[in-house]
């Protein structure tokens, strides 16, 4: 009785801790799209900028599995490239040989 009582208490948390984390996220993500201040430079040239507004966002896992993606949406918020990094969070002078290798 108490080892069923546990386990139904510890997924009931996890699945409260779950719908408010994604209620979370979709209030960060639910913003109108990115509008471009004025610039306030002297040498911008508004005839140079004909592709508008870019945004280059970065995805990644502490996680040695994991690779990070990277987008880059333009301004009317549709993706102009995309990219699968394998070995961002590697490093060259790693004392794992795996880092070492994936550099």
Do not use: H
Request: glycine share 6%.
């Amino acid at each position: 009785m108490e080892k069923e009582l546990r386990t139904k208490l510890i997924t009931e948390a996890r699945e409260g801790v779950l719908r408010a984390c994604a209620r979370k996220l979709y209030n960060w993500l639910k913003v109108a799209p990115y509008q471009m201040d004025q610039q306030l430079e002297d040498e911008f040239d508004e005839s140079n900028n004909e592709d508008g507004l870019k945004v280059l966002g970065i995805a990644f896992s502490t996680s040695n599995d994991t690779p990070a993606f990277g987008a880059l949406i333009d301004g009317d918020a549709s993706v102009m490239e995309y990219i699968r990094m394998e070995n961002l969070t590697k490093r060259k002078n790693s004392w794992r040989e795996l880092d070492k290798k994936g550099k």
